[in-house]
């Protein structure tokens, strides 16, 4: 027959392992919350989706059947990740204007200076068309509902920004999807910068309200701040139980078998550490253009 003391050593040896379950539990939740950035030193995702989740900000947070260690795509920075101390400011529809502010965690940039404030939200809709080493990837870009990020990724294309950069992330069927974006990666899974690429510019998150991260779905990369949104992105070729922190921007009308190969030639060995790195199949973008302008 039990004691009292060999009662109370047992009450306490459950209250114990049920504080260590807790603690675990909270660790594996501050994980899969984790953004999709660029990797400024910070994340992402998406593709790397996250400690580095600074690829743009974060790592994309994996759905519930995905690896604890998988992080979201995210924008990764040198610097602690940190928002600006006054904006950036969402989309004014009054003014139609938006506000792109000083990347305030440095990172690695290719500077081709700042889009025009003024943004329109017609056409609704915008073609982008990656053209790719591999193929052809075209996004519908949801213009009436994220015209601020529509509007920088017209700006970036024009200004040739994305041509010759290789996309640096890729998950895996836990947590599918590709990230791209940094003008920077080499995408070899050697380079510890990768990932920390971008213009020099942060904006607001746009079209979160409801947002979930299907098949097809191209959303933006960001640090764990809010306004950290860059030049990073991700393509999603499964679905990710991520939580809506990622302006969905866009979604892919072609090219959805280009991204099914690339993620059935995996990763290449030791490059993420959390299930995501560098594609061996190597994804480059040669050009981006839109149509549909104002």
Partial sequence: MATGKDRQKQLAREHHERQLQRRIEREQQSRRTAIIGSTVGVVVVVGGI????????GDPQPDAAASPSASAPAQETSAPSASPAAGPKPYDA??????????????????????????????ATKTMTLKTNLGDIEVKLDN??????????EFLADKNYYDGSKCHRLG????????????????DGKNPTDGQGGPGYVMAEENLEGATYKRGVMAMAKTQAPGSTGSQFFLVYGDIGLTPDYTPVGTITKGLDILDKVNKAGVMAGSGGDGTGAPKETVEIK????AGKS
């Fill in 172 to 187: 895996s069927d836990q947590f599918p999807m590709l990230q791209c974006g940094d003008p920077k990666a080499k995408a």
């Fill in 50 to 57: 996250v400690a580095a989740v600074a690829l743009l900000g």
């Fill in 287 to 290: 050009d981006v253009t839109i």
């Fill in 144 to 153: 009436a509902k994220a015209p601020c990020t529509v509007n920088s990724l």
């Fill in 94 to 123: 009054k003014t139609g204007t938006c506000d792109y502010v000083a990347d305030p965690t440095g990172g690695t940039v290719k500077d081709v200076g700042l889009p025009p404030k003024k943004a329109g939200t017609k056409p």
